[in-house]
């Protein structure tokens, strides 16, 4: 099978540099991930997501609710590094992979603070590079510090505690090794010089690297998709992806916001909306009844669709992309015009002496008009042809 780069699609800034991935395996490197960007990333078709860095603070953090998502239409996704260890550790019950030392430390409770993996770095145009040290960089070394019978225990926890009090923007080793100097001995200070003059390795650069290839071994496996767990999340978070995800025409995206913009503004948006909430309604009051639509009521409604829509086979693809939509949102909607259609054809069931077929035509035909050129077509009939003189 031929790979693309956008089977694998990695969210990267300060953990490692994109050329480094890039030499890693073939994938797509984006930006740290902010709120939005992975169900934006959802558009390129990845096999896989990995998730090492994140923005934070100043603007929204990815939400789980995205990587939801990506998990539901059958992405897998990755995370390790820093903020993607932070989030596989809370959504690995949902089938999150968690790579790395630092996303261990997350589940197994040693860090438990978000702000562990937090540094200052660099913008886009230098390459995301390092200002600060995080405190997980700093908890690693005094490990590797101990393991070289540099440190003991004392203190070793001395310099993770004095790196935990300096705030993670002035967070330097400089500024740690001068926090932590009162509580060592002069034999311990010297002992550490010495050793930290080598060098000490970077350990969110280490669990960056090892995610990566973790994902694109997962990619060049070419396992098939395995869709994860169906869930509805809640209105706002279904009107927040509508205005942050992008609809892709070809290889352009265009920002779904826009779309909903021009939308609105259009002749027949209200009635288009009326029937979309009439079929939603509809489809909720059903599924509380208890109302469900089986595989082939699904797969009929959505024949009929196609029908409908007069698309070629080898244009639907490209179709569903330019509707903002794919195979599975697709067969939402036809679930919900299923479970639209079991409720109006159970209508006189659903309520007590609920309305028939013949009352429904009726009603809408004396406000449509219809039923009032039927009665006078009648009447001109009954009355017969003019006689002549």
């Given amino acids: ?15 490692l540099p994109e050329a480094e991935a890039r030499r890693i395996a073939p994938c797509t490197v984006l930006p740290p ?6 169900w934006r990333a959802l558009s390129l078709k990845p096999r896989a997501l990995v998730l090492v860095d994140g923005v934070f603070e100043a603007q929204p953090s990815v939400w789980h609710h995205e990587l ?5 239409v059958g992405v897998a996704v990755f995370g390790g590094g820093s903020m993607g260890a932070l989030r596989a550790s809370e959504l690995a019950g949902q089938g999150m992979v968690g790579v790395g030392r630092i996303f261990g430390w997350y589940r197994d409770g040693v860090a438990v603070d978000d702000a562990e993996v937090a540094l200052l770095h660099a913008d886009a145009e230098h390459g995301w590079r390092p200002l600060t040290v995080p405190l ?9 510090a101990r393991k070289a019978r540099v440190l003991g225990h004392p203190g070793a926890q001395a ?26 001995t002069r034999p311990v200070r010297d002992a550490w010089d010495a050793w930290f003059a080598n060098g000490v390795e970077d350990l969110k650069r280490l ?15 070419g396992e098939p998709p395995r869709p994860g767990e169906r869930r509805n999340p809640s209105s706002l978070v279904r009107r927040r992806r509508l205005t942050e995800d992008v609809t892709r025409v070809g290889p352009r995206p265009v920002d779904s916001g826009r779309v909903m913009e021009l939308l609105r503004g259009a002749p027949d948006a209200a009635a288009w909306a009326e029937a979309g909430l009439r079929r939603a309604l ?7 009844l208890g109302l469900d639509a089986t595989e082939e009521e699904i797969a009929a409604e959505e024949a009929a669709w196609w029908k409908e829509r007069g698309i070629r086979a080898s244009r639907r693809e490209a179709f569903l992309a330019a509707s903002g939509l794919d195979g599975p949102g697709l067969r939402r909607l036809c679930e919900a015009r299923a479970l639209e259609r079991l409720a109006l054809l159970n209508a006189s069931r659903l309520l007590p002496d609920g309305p028939s077929w013949d009352e429904a035509l009726a009603s809408e035909a004396r406000l449509g008009g ?17 006689e002549g003189p």
Wanted: hydrophobic letters at 50%.
């Fill in 33 to 38: 991930a902010r709120q939005g960007d992975v």
């Fill in 370 to 386: 219809q039923w009032e050129q039927a009665a006078r077509a009648l009447a001109e009939a009954d009355e017969g042809p003019d």
């Fill in 1 to 15: 099978m031929k790979r693309r780069s956008d089977d694998l699609v990695v969210f990267l800034g300060p953990s």
């Fill in 68 to 72: 939801l998502a990506a998990m539901e």
């Fill in 159 to 184: 310099l993770v505690d004095a790196a935990a009090a300096v705030f993670y923007q002035e967070r330097t080793w400089a500024r740690i090794r001068e926090a932590v100097e009162p509580a060592w």
């Fill in 282 to 288: 509809l489809a909720g009051w059903a599924r509380s």
């Fill in 207 to 221: 669990d960056a690297i090892e995610c990566i290839r973790t994902a694109a071994d997962f990619v060049s496996r």
């Fill in 136 to 144: 997980v960089n700093v908890r690693h070394a005094a490990e590797q």
